[in-house]
């Protein structure tokens, strides 16, 4: 899918005009400047009453900017939208963000109605709206953070990351956390109401970021299923989904959140499978599995079931490991005799030379023991994934060494994060490394390998 | 069931003798001596080598000690195991702590012998044993950290903790490091190779020991199901258990592990169930579900199951909560309309004063807006608990005034942690509040709910 250049143009910006742009602390206005610090584009804050806000001059209305903006946030409140998304028109601007909230989400016809308006005037003058009630959007690359709320994320140099895109503001948000413990992330992108962009437009904007290499998406309702199935297929990197409101309860909830439709009644679940996404249930996974879908994308295909091999410093850890495996339907792969010799011939007498394989704790006086059984067992031909449960939060031990091991031998390494200290020692750098991935949850884990 | 006082002077001990104490950096005997620098009892190091480490002296055998020994730690080779196990037992010792690897988990014969050997010993003297093959315990309250690992763990000031039974000496270790996100814990208990002391013998122990509120146990193997089953129904207190070993493949690495029985054919759900259990599947939500035992334990009990309200000030995480009490087969509880008169008074005008209630946004510039919707839904006699998805990581919030008022209406109140940063800004805050669970799954938190 081509991307708009509507879209594209309004959200990864060169300019970004501020109305309600504000120096009073706490203020909508002032925490979208603030946001906008390290924006590598050209900012025009807009106000009637400041000259200035910082280093930067302030312009009186839209119609003064020296030039049209990209990107045009609205941090006014739901009165004066309207009138702003107009003069956002007349300024010849790409595209608006609009955070207030008040439209189609109440109960109130006349919600609906004024959230309509907003949505003509993008129909009739051909910029973007996105909104209301969002939180805005980042796109990391340039720094631009097109919201009030504390956008986390970034991608290191030379590295790429997920494209987070959330109907809902503050669940983007909090999926966007994961930047804490090291998830790279190149986009958070946020809908809302979805008056003109929606799930659909996003995915499809992120499919055309280089930056991004998988999306995590999650999403509550669309006007058109077809179109995001669409989207989605057509993509080109792997999508991961997280969809609210299957409940009866939970979709009557969307209508009061968003005044988007659920098509609760629509076959969501044949159509995203038939669509090529990885759908999750659990929102704590839908994270992880996007991660692990874009690190493995860069993998050697191979059909049918994956034969997991498993290798931990921690026997008990490995047992259970062993059930999950086994509880996902997957096989255990069955190590060569050669690769069984091999291990036996550099664990202690009490290790496990076995499938799970049990380095002991051994592991901890000998650093390079994971490693080497790690060798001889992504070297084996019956193995097509190596899991690795991670007992305990500590330094960051050989994950270097493993991810090589495993890009080398294009197999997928994850390491499943035992402790309970789940952002400990160790967590981000693991994060970091492109030939592994890092789970929270042994089932998680399973699901992913046995859907790649 | 009373606490076998040899078990209670092993356990919680007043003197600790380490055999092999050390001076040499990195070796099992220093770690050792260094986990007993803040024991409130006394310690004896017992060396042939040394005369003193740091400030305390030496004595060259077990014979030479003044007093019997509560508790020994045998940090020595497996070699002098033996030997040392009889000169414990020949100066009065309460119990051994064995560390060393290489008894029945061996496919050798020859490793179930010398076991047998140290439990004939110890059933001959009346001495109990931990191990072989075992991490050791750690008693916090005294100090009494008996084992060469970092043992994470301990209990605020006048408050009490989860006491987790591990028979894996790294699983316990790696679930007790969920003391740094703030979790009480009273004790860590391990038993590895069970020869003596096993799970059943942890859990009475445990059972009796005040500081602990619930036990969250993890068990793969054991001599008699029923010894546990009677233990865990005479415990007075709320057990979780994760059992590992379920599969076939998890079953034939028990054996590896601890060389101990996981007997595969014994109905474990049914008489776990019939016990008073809660079992829990997923290893991630042990002590989540321990630490909500221990805390709604202290409310009213009542019957049937409950009528569940959602407050959110994210409409999107609300969402997914209302999916996730459909999916857990809970009724979502019917608000009063007394209630939502009261939420819709104090909620904006977007907000929704229903079950799920969204008080969106607002929430975060309004911080009494939560607490008082709060209160309002747990006046209301329709409900029977709260929950309260916690959209993103950040300041502490009202998480005090919460936990009072959840306190006063006698009612659960979960807080299910929705962020991707899963240790940030106020999750240890709202972990140390009595009246607030802390839940990092939604799916988790309604299972506990279901069960309680």
Request: proline content about 10%.
């Given at each position: 899918m081509s991307v708009?250049?509507?879209?594209?143009?309004?959200?990864?910006?060169?300019?970004i005009a501020v109305v309600g742009a504000s120096d009073r602390a706490g203020s909508l206005g002032l925490r979208t400047m603030r946001n906008l610090d390290g924006f590598t584009g050209r900012v025009y804050p807009?106000?009637?009453?400041l000259d200035r806000i910082g280093d930067r001059p302030c312009f009186a209305t839209l119609a003064d900017l020296p030039e049209p903006p990209d990107c045009v946030i609205l941090a006014v409140p739901a009165a004066a939208v309207e009138d702003e998304v107009r003069a956002a028109a007349a300024a010849g601007a790409g595209g608006a963000v609009v955070f207030a909230s008040g439209y189609a989400e109440l109960s109130d016809p006349a919600g609906r109605m004024a959230q309509d308006r907003l949505a003509a005037v993008a129909r009739e003058s051909g910029m973007r709206l996105l909104g209301p009630n969002t939180t805005g959007f980042a796109t990391f690359a340039s720094g631009a953070r097109a919201g009030f709320a504390e956008f986390p994320g970034g991608v290191p140099e030379g590295r790429r990351g997920i494209a987070i895109v959330s109907q809902s503001g503050a669940m983007g948000l909090g999926l966007a956390q994961a930047a804490e413990h090291g998830v790279a992330i190149s986009h958070v992108l946020t809908c809302g109401n979805s008056s003109d962009l929606d799930a659909a437009d996003l995915v499809a904007f992120a499919a055309g970021q280089p930056a991004a290499t998988s999306i995590a998406l999650a999403f509550e309702g669309i006007s058109e299923p077809d179109r995001l199935l669409s989207a989605i297929r057509d993509a080109g990197k792997p999508v991961a989904v997280l969809r609210a409101g299957r409940s009866p309860a939970g979709a009557e909830a969307v209508r009061r959140h968003t005044g988007t439709d659920p098509h609760a009644g629509f076959d969501w679940n044949g159509g995203l499978a038939q669509a090529g996404a990885i759908t999750v249930v659990r929102p704590e996974r839908l994270v992880e599995t996007a991660v692990f879908l874009a690190k493995s994308a860069e993998l050697p295909p191979r059909a049918g079931q994956p034969r997991i091999a498993?290798?931990?410093s921690s026997g008990g850890n490995g047992i259970l490991a062993a059930d999950a495996v086994a509880a996902a339907g997957l096989p255990l792969a069955a190590l060569s005799p050669a690769t069984t010799r091999a291990l036996a011939a550099r664990l202690p007498a009490f290790g496990a030379a076995h499938n799970p394989c049990d380095a002991t704790a051994e592991a901890s006086s000998d650093p390079n023991l994971v490693p080497d059984c790690a060798g001889a067992i992504l070297s084996?031909?019956?193995v097509d994934a190596l899991l690795l449960p991670w007992g305990k939060a500590w330094d960051a031990g050989q994950f270097g060494t493993l991810s090589d091991l495993a890009r080398?031998?294009?197999?997928?390494?994850?390491?499943?994060?035992?402790?309970?200290?789940?952002e400990g020692p160790g967590a981000a750098e693991a994060e970091a490394q492109p030939?592994?991935?890092v789970f929270r949850s042994l089932d998680a884990c399973c699901a992913a390998l046995s859907r790649r």
């Open positions: 708009d250049p509507t879209i594209a143009r309004f959200l990864d910006p060169q300019t807009v106000s009637r009453r498993i290798l931990t084996d031909p019956a080398r031998h294009g197999k997928p390494l994850c390491l499943v994060w035992m402790s309970q200290w789940s030939g592994l991935s």
